[in-house]
């Protein structure tokens, strides 16, 4: 499976890190940019690239990079046959708005669940607000959690 990283200035450093990780796991890792910290890049010049390539091939994965990672997965989420889910990490609240039959887990529970009910094929991170741990963690289970091919998941994407 070959994964496509994108970043901004504000993703640079941590991009760098996970393409490491991602080879480390057995995987293709393809850096589309930026490549040098340049303040006041646009996020779009690099996320829309990676988002494209995504969406043209076939089981490829995204990871794209900025501040908060909400832009990113917006600029994403444009393009058609995408969808961006963004991990915000562990200060994320968990369990204070539970609802019946509802319970907390695990901080990397959001990734899991966006590549099991969503088929999420780009994850998008907010380099302010997770460590390189962190973001390790959630590559991982975003790259190792397959889509359940549940009926009622795979009607719900094809509306969209």
Do not use: W
């Not at 089981?59 to 961006?84: F, Q």
């Not at 380099?127 to 009607?155: G, N």
């Amino acid at each position: 499976m070959t994964i496509y990283l994108a970043a901004d200035h504000t993703g640079v450093a941590l991009k760098r890190s996970l393409i490491e990780s991602i080879k480390g796991l057995g995987y293709e890792a393809v850096d589309l940019g930026a490549e040098q910290v340049t303040p006041g890049d646009d996020y779009p010049d690099f996320v829309t690239p990676c988002a494209e390539r995504v969406a043209a091939e076939q089981g490829a994965r995204g990871i794209v990079i900025g501040g908060s990672g909400h832009g990113e997965a917006m600029a994403a989420n444009r393009v058609r046959g995408v969808r961006a889910a963004t991990f915000y990490g562990p200060r994320a609240p968990l369990g204070e708005l539970e609802s019946e039959g509802t319970h907390p887990g695990d901080v990397y529970d959001i990734v899991r669940i966006a590549r099991m009910h969503n088929d999420a094929n780009v994850l998008s991170l907010g380099a302010r607000f997770v460590s390189l741990e962190e973001a390790v963690a959630a590559v991982r289970v975003f790259l190792d959690t397959p889509f359940s091919q549940e009926e009622r998941h795979i009607r719900r994407i094809t509306k969209f």
